[in-house]
């Protein structure tokens, strides 16, 4: 692991102070047009109150960027100790791998992590974020670059830092910390540039609201416009991230569709090549003889497919020892802490050979 020093101090010299929040629990009453005593009962007793005061009062409080006042005091006094997290999903075994490897750094130095597990859905990261924030998280880890403009503007309003994770930004002035997506899926198109593939597929996942994603489709892309090529529209499919069935079903669409099919698919992550093996499987197409098909991931069941599967491995588990590093190393009032170079390498297995003669 290689380390380059990254000078965002501005980003990272918050300094929290008293009264840091200057929105009282009279403003949001006095937006809500209802008294001190119901807003405090929103938050304490919400069984005591009708549904449209609450709703009038969660409104006014999201506005303002108000948060009850125990919350705001253990904020100013970063005393809390606890490291929120939003995170995608648990079920992709990296995310996994990152959130365990943060927790065991973090609770090294006796700080504990509050997890979120959201969808793509802007309300639920602000949802899951005000909750974070109301119960006084000293630092939040973000998933991606791709965040509400209403959740970073939460955090900043109450002076909460945060770094984002899965992704090195790039030209980006955010705080990340991971692994170049673009980079890492142009070095895997070009080592099927180099078999001699030149008929190219792609299944991918969520591409509208993932920035990993789109870096990765874009690193793709590029690579083959580099070499004179490029894809097909019909043969970029769009399947479910998770659900081997929707791989199966967009590998069947691609290659049952048209006279002239690929030779090569890139899939945006191995649980979509998965799917994509098992259905060339079904279909009679032999891979790596008549099809390649490669990953994103390297996930633990990719090296015992059959064929076993060419892909990039990603440093999950460095990735949240580096976080938490980070982190740390932040609180402890180092000026400028070094955010770490991750590098996500090509896995060369089975799956991937020279294309049949034409």
Request: hydrophobic share 40%.
């Amino acid at each position: 692991m290689s380390i380059k020093t990254v000078d965002k101090s501005v980003a990272m010299k918050r300094v929290r102070k008293t009264g840091a929040n200057p929105v009282r629990l009279s403003d949001v009453a006095q937006l809500a047009k209802v008294s001190p005593a119901s807003v405090s009962r929103v938050f304490n007793d919400p069984d005591l109150v009708s549904e449209d005061v609450r709703q009038r009062v969660l409104r006014a409080a999201q506005v303002l960027n108000w948060v009850p006042n125990g919350a705001a005091q253990a904020l100013a006094s970063l005393r809390s100790r606890t490291i929120g997290v939003l995170i995608p999903t648990l079920s992709h075994q990296n995310f996994a791998n990152l959130i365990e490897s943060l927790q065991r750094q973090l609770g090294k130095a006796n700080y504990t992590l509050i997890l979120g597990c959201i969808e793509p859905d802007p309300n639920m990261h602000l949802q899951q974020a005000r909750k974070m924030v109301e119960r006084g998280v000293d630092w939040m880890v973000l998933v991606g670059e791709a965040q509400p403009p209403a959740l970073i503007e939460l955090l900043k309003a109450h002076n909460v830092p945060y770094v984002m994770t899965y992704t090195n930004g790039r030209n980006s002035e955010n705080v990340c910390i991971g692994i170049d997506n673009y980079a890492a899926a142009s070095t895997i198109t070009q080592h099927l540039l180099d078999l001699g593939h030149t008929r190219f597929a792609m299944l991918a996942h969520q591409f509208d609201v993932n920035d990993r994603i789109q870096q990765r489709m874009e690193g793709v892309r590029d690579t083959l416009a580099n070499a004179g090529l490029g894809i097909r529209p019909q043969h970029v499919v769009r399947v479910d991230r998770k659900h081997i069935a929707s791989a199966r079903e967009g590998l069947r669409q691609i290659m049952t569709s048209e006279r002239v099919k690929p030779t090569a698919i890139v899939c945006t992550n191995d649980y979509i090549a998965s799917g994509a093996i098992i259905e060339a499987s079904a279909l009679g197409i032999a891979v790596p003889q008549q099809l390649s098909i490669v990953g994103f991931d390297d996930i633990d069941t990719s090296a015992h497919l059959s064929p076993p599967l060419t892909t990039i491995h990603v440093p999950a588990q460095e990735m949240g020892e580096a976080v938490a590093g980070f982190i740390l190393d932040s609180i402890s009032g180092v000026d400028t802490p070094k955010i770490p170079e991750l590098t996500a390498e090509l896995v060369v297995r089975g799956s991937t050979a020279v294309p049949p003669a034409a």
